[in-house]
């Protein structure tokens, strides 16, 4: 049991590192607009951002969406789980973000599927949405719940700032601030989470839909999002 247990944390530290190959250093989902406009310029603003971002939009849709797939795949509900990748597929609007959604999952199923032999390609999924392709990931692993979240929490958050301090630019040390600045609401945001139930799913953040669509606009672009 020890064993396992030590193998399970060792796979969720690897696809949390910042180096995993997940295709989100192309990513910023909207964020490089807001940079382009001149509305975040310091590691205070980078921090401002990241903490409407997580809780009003990320919180409720992906993280929560990360915890649904779990559970479905728990209950063997392949038809459910089938209907939660439709359906955060509907709740991103930027079809830009949306797209960078289902090809970070397409990345991360093609990555397990080459590091852990005992993961199987044979669930369909009609989008195939990182955040379901994670929860599908962590039930079959037998992660816990609360370990995958927060695996997922900084994977996200780490890459999204990292993204912002080449974008801005600022120093590394900043983006580390940052990161330990927002540590505490991710943990708000897990909390929530764990409680939380499929009538809480889904959030609106009109801003970010808005950064999203006009990024595609920008004159020149270091991102796909």
């Not at 192309?26 to 001149?38: A, K, P, R, W």
């Not at 205070?44 to 939009?57: K, S």
């Not at 929560?64 to 439709?86: E, F, I, N, S």
Request: glycine letters at 8%; charged letters at 20%; a positive charge.
């Amino acid at each position: 049991m020890m064993r396992q247990s030590s193998l399970v944390g060792l796979r969720l530290m690897q696809l949390a590192d910042s180096a995993f190959p997940s295709g989100g250093f192309t990513q910023s989902f909207g964020l490089e607009t807001f940079i382009q406009s001149g509305d975040i310029k310091t590691k205070q603003e980078l921090a401002q951002f990241m903490q409407t971002l997580l809780y009003f939009t990320w919180r409720p849709t992906d993280l929560l969406a990360v915890k649904l797939a779990w559970k479905a795949t728990k209950q063997l509900d392949m038809k459910h789980l089938y209907l939660l990748d439709k359906r955060l597929n509907a709740m991103k609007l930027p079809s830009e973000s949306r797209e960078g959604s289902l090809k970070m999952g397409k990345r991360l199923r093609q990555l397990l599927a080459e590091i852990d032999p005992d993961y199987r390609l044979d669930a369909q999924f009609p989008f195939g949405h990182q955040a379901i392709i994670l929860g599908h990931y962590g039930a079959v692993a037998g992660i816990e719940l609360t370990s995958l979240l927060v695996a997922f929490a900084h994977m996200t958050t780490a890459l999204l700032i990292a993204n912002g301090v080449r974008a801005i630019p600022l120093g590394q040390t900043s983006g580390q601030q940052v990161l330990a600045l927002l540590q505490p609401l991710l943990d708000t945001c897990i909390q929530w989470v764990t409680t939380a139930t499929a009538k809480d799913w889904g959030g609106s953040a009109p801003a970010f839909d808005w950064a999203g669509m006009a990024h595609e606009r920008l004159y020149s672009r270091i991102f796909m999002s």
